[in-house]
């Protein structure tokens, strides 16, 4: 799983005019899945199900 920042620099993440993060394959903006029991946020495309993580 690669973080988000590595995905944005690579191409595979972009930014909407709103800052949400949004996959370059889908053009879907990502949802959140947070677990209070880890220091990382895993950030997930609804279509192509792929996963970033991103540490809080």
């Avoid at 800052?19 to 947070?34: A, G, H, S, Y």
Wanted: aromatic share 4%; glycine share 2%.
């Amino acid at each position: 799983m690669k973080s988000v920042r590595k995905a944005l620099r690579e191409g595979e993440l972009d930014k909407d005019t709103y800052d949400r993060l949004v996959c370059n394959d889908c053009e879907k903006p990502l949802k959140t899945e947070n677990d209070p029991n880890q220091i990382k946020t895993v950030r997930i495309c609804p279509d192509c199900a792929a996963e970033w993580k991103e540490i809080r």
